[in-house]
């Protein structure tokens, strides 16, 4: 029994060996599956990584070229705006770059993994701002060289101004000079027949006074009593003077009493003529034929019954506006 028993121990031992090498076998089995296992899972974690990342890249690029056509936009607006041109198409493009630049920032934020789909969207975008700004810079080139062709005849026109206002201030300093010479030709010429307007006035020569009582009597005293003066016979000769028009004449007689007031009655032939611009009061006027021949002349001047006051009275002649005689009398 015992020898039995003491054969069949090293058979179990060598039993048990074999199952513990075939359990690390499978354990090393499964390691090794359960290894590759996670190396696939990284693997694929890595990638979508990777492309999440490329996707957002994608977008960003995509950001980053709507931002720098905006920038453009803004920049050809300023200067088309500047040069006068139309700057409507341009404004509605920003405006919907605004509004493209706002949806993509919303898109990115909703679903990253859309990026490819959303890039390709702006793409046909991108295109069309990018055309827009390459054919409105070719306006622009257009604008610039009539802006400075425009400046260039402006400067012309400049020039012709400065040369036209210097030309017209030349012309009015010789318009003011020959006007001041007409001027002076004129006051000259003034001046000349005022001379010889005063040359050929008349010039009354042996001014009389000569005194007619009521009975017609007259008295070449130089004083008369009031009671015995009725009337005045104012006598004188015109001298000879080649520079005077030979035609009809006027001569005015003033009478001043002793006060320096003219004696005056409508009644009897008195009224008023213009000297040296102003209205005066004649006692009697007479009109005669001169002939430039040394002409006497004797006129009479009856009051009409009102008496001569006592004192000095003046006789003054007048005629074409000059003062040609004085004489007088005195009434006791």
């Known amino acids: 029994m015992d020898n039995f028993s003491n054969q069949n121990q090293p058979q179990k031992s060598g039993s048990s060996n074999n199952v513990l090498k075939a359990g690390l076998a499978v354990m090393t089995l499964l ?6 296992m996670l190396f696939q899972t990284k693997e694929t974690v890595t990638n979508q990584q990777e492309v999440i990342s490329t996707k957002v890249m994608e977008l960003a690029n995509t950001r980053t070229k709507l931002d720098s056509i905006s920038r453009e936009l803004d920049s050809q607006i300023a200067e088309v705006q ?7 198409e341009l404004q509605k493009a920003k405006t919907e770059l ?3 630049k706002v949806e993509l920032t919303k898109s990115n934020s909703r679903n990253a993994g859309e990026a490819s789909s959303i890039r390709a969207k702006y793409e046909g975008k991108i295109k069309n701002y990018e055309s827009l700004l390459a054919s409105k810079e070719q306006e622009l080139v257009k604008l610039r060289e009539e802006n400075a ?3 260039s005849q402006n400067q012309n026109l400049a020039s012709e101004n400065s040369s036209l206002k210097g030309e017209t201030k030349g012309l009015a300093q010789s318009a003011e000079e020959a006007k001041a010479q007409k001027e002076e030709e004129v006051a000259k010429n003034k001046v000349l027949a005022e001379k010889v307007t005063k040359a050929a006035a008349l010039r009354a020569e042996y001014v009389k006074v000569i005194g007619i ?4 009597k007259e008295s070449e005293e130089k004083r008369y009593r009031a009671k015995k003066l009725a009337k005045i016979k104012v006598v004188f000769q015109l001298a000879k003077n080649d520079l005077t028009e030979q ?6 007689i003033r009478v001043l009493g002793p006060d320096g007031s003219t004696i005056f009655d409508a009644a009897t032939g008195s009224g008023n003529f213009t000297f040296n611009g102003q209205e005066l009061a004649y006692t009697t006027r007479g009109d005669l034929n001169y002939d430039n021949e040394n002409l006497y002349i004797e006129m009479v001047y009856n009051r009409g019954g009102t008496p001569y006051r006592e004192g000095n009275y003046v006789v003054e002649l007048y005629a074409e506006g000059f003062k040609i005689g004085t004489g007088g009398f005195e009434v006791k």
Do not use: M
């Not at 500047?82 to 409507?88: M, P, V, Y």
């Open 31 to 36: 390691a090794g599956g359960l290894g590759y």
């Open 82 to 88: 500047k040069l006068g041109g139309d700057i409507t």
């Open 98 to 100: 605004e509004a493209d």
């Open 149 to 151: 062709a425009l400046a």
């Open 213 to 216: 009582n009521d009975r017609g």
């Open 247 to 252: 035609e009809r004449k006027t001569v005015f």
